[in-house]
């Protein structure tokens, strides 16, 4: 097995702990590649570009956090293998293990005891002037919202070429299952388990309480729009990464991604265990 290693250099220990997961790969006997960002941080000569894993490695380990995790999706394109991330810290909603866990993370990776947790990505295009201007991949959610102004906004969401609404907010949420822990779950919006077939459209900050989160089947098309002639440019952001501006004519296409994303799982490890630990649910004594 030959494992690509991506590491965050802007998060506190990302050093140490690529230092330490090396070491434990190593013991194993399984075989490690650098992307050339984190051979960059090593001080170390070479590494692979991030684009070139998918026909070098067999696995990703992904060093930093959640958003780390986020930003990686988009570096390594269409990579059809299982992505393990190693939170610096505590146990995040995308990440595998701590750094803490590394020993047992190695050993995983060494028998074969772990799983994969099969993830919807989102495809959106932007388009202008009648064409598509440009495609983005997303994790968790695509956001439409509120740029220059500190008005609410109005925006228009099709489904299927119908319309859904004309919602006055500070702007929409389009989240996977994934995503619904993340800014949709700040915006009022429900938990819905990995393995759900479905989109959700969360609404930011709406102007009337009737205008609720919806759950929508993911073989969908969803499209959405600027409803506010001469207003200030809308702001279209992915995974609170990438980010465009919306003027007025323009749309935004979103469907279900053909490729997919695979995280890795250590045994005893699941979405309902990380609930329980990230909002603190102790059940019923």
């Not at 969401?157 to 822990?181: C, F, H, M």
């Not at 479905?198 to 102007?207: A, E, N, S």
């Amino acid at each position: 097995m030959i494992v690509g290693i991506l590491a965050n250099p802007h998060k506190p220990g990302s050093l140490p702990t690529l230092a330490a997961l090396r070491h434990e790969l190593t013991a194993q006997g399984i075989n490690w590649l650098l992307d050339e960002q984190t051979a960059g941080l090593a001080g170390e000569p070479g590494g692979v570009p991030t684009g070139e894993f998918a026909a070098r490695v067999d696995l990703a380990a992904v060093i930093g956090g959640d958003g780390t995790m986020l930003h990686a999706v988009s570096q390594l394109g269409a990579f059809d293998k299982p992505v393990a991330g190693i939170n610096i810290g505590t146990l995040g909603f995308l990440t595998s293990c701590t750094d803490a866990e590394l020993p047992a993370f190695a050993r995983a990776l060494s028998t074969g005891s772990f799983s994969t947790s099969r993830r919807t990505l989102l495809a959106a295009t932007v388009h202008r002037s009648g064409r598509p201007l440009e495609h983005f991949v997303a994790l968790n959610e695509i956001t439409l919202a509120r740029g220059e102004t500190g008005r609410l906004v109005t925006l228009r969401a099709n489904v299927n070429g119908e319309l859904l609404n004309e919602y006055r907010a500070d702007g929409l949420i389009v989240a996977t299952p994934t995503g619904s822990t993340a800014y949709s779950l700040a915006a009022g919006g429900p938990l819905i388990a990995p393995g759900a077939e479905v989109f959700l459209i969360t609404p930011i900050c709406p102007h009337s309480l009737s205008q609720r989160a919806l759950v929508l089947p993911d073989d969908c098309t969803i499209e959405l729009s600027s409803e506010d002639p001469g207003r200030a440019p809308m702001l279209f952001t992915v995974d609170g990464r990438d980010s465009v501006r919306i003027h007025e004519g323009d749309h935004i296409e979103v469907r279900k991604c053909p490729r997919t994303l695979d995280l890795l799982r250590l045994e005893g490890a699941s979405f309902y265990a990380a609930l329980r630990q990230k909002l603190g649910w102790q059940g019923v004594r």
